[in-house]
């Protein structure tokens, strides 16, 4: 059973450069989060999707980001162009809409590092 | 917003001791869950918890959603190495997203 695959697991780019980071969600599961994790923030909740459409994307920091899922097995997330106050670890989670309180499944994240 | 706070922030244990961790919120969450995770991975759940005064059990993790729906402990009884992690709680509404707590980092002396 395969979980939540991200990738890539590292990435290290520089100022400005786009980083496009990758989501492949549990199959069957309706909801797709993605996450960032700082020491200082903590998880933020940047954006979620419902059935490939964009619910809420309150969370995401500024025009820099921006979140896709074309369909029910894929999500980017896009940051262009980025800046180092962007290093962080970024989490992809999905759920099924089953029940309102199914728990989120997370994936292993994408550590970036923006030099 | 809602928040979420956790207690202890960190803790330092001797292998075999057994470790409690509270969650607390001025809100009422109608779910609890919590997720452990390992260094460089990502959260993995461990107990979900939907009904006030349940006490839920996942081999050496005890859980318990407290009965004003505003709390929520994990016990794990006779640490083991592999606890080592951070331990986070979160909280979930119907119609909200889920709010995370900052975590209790735990680190287990042989």
Redesign the interface.
């Known amino acids: 059973d395969a979980g ?1 695959i991200q990738s890539p697991r590292h990435e290290v780019t520089e100022m400005g450069q786009e980083v496009t980071l990758r989501c492949k969600p549990i199959s069957g599961h309706n909801s797709l989060f993605w996450y960032r994790q700082t020491m200082m923030r ?2 933020e ?1 940047l954006i ?1 999707f419902n059935n490939n459409v964009p619910i ?1 994307d309150s969370g995401m920091p500024e025009d820099r980001f921006s979140a896709k899922m074309p369909n029910a097995s894929f999500s980017t997330l896009k940051i262009q162009p980025s800046e180092p106050r962007d290093s962080a670890v970024y ?1 992809c ?1 999905s759920r099924p809409d089953s029940s ?2 199914s ?7 994408t ?1 970036l590092t923006v030099t | 917003g809602q928040q979420l706070n956790q207690s202890p922030q960190s803790m330092f244990i001797q292998e075999g001791e057994d470790v409690s961790m509270n969650c607390t919120s001025s809100s009422i969450f ?2 609890w ?1 919590w ?1 452990k995770q390992d260094p ?6 461990l107990i ?1 918890l ?1 009904k006030a005064g349940e006490l839920t059990s996942n081999g050496r993790l005890t859980a318990q959603f407290g009965i004003t729906r505003k709390d929520s402990f994990l016990n794990i009884s006779a640490s083991i190495p592999s606890d080592v992690g951070i331990y ?1 709680c ?1 909280g ?1 509404n ?2 909200q ?2 709010v ?4 209790t980092r735990l680190s287990v002396l042989p």
């Not at chain 1, 728990?103 to 994240?109: D, R, T």
């Not at chain 2, 995370?100 to 975590?103: A, E, I, Q």
């Open positions: 939540v903590g998880l909740l979620y809420d989490f989670a309102y309180n728990p989120l499944h997370f994936g292993n994240g550590r | 109608n779910t869950l997720y460089g991975e990502g959260p993995v759940l979900a939907y986070f979160a979930l119907y119609g997203n889920f995370f707590g900052p975590g």
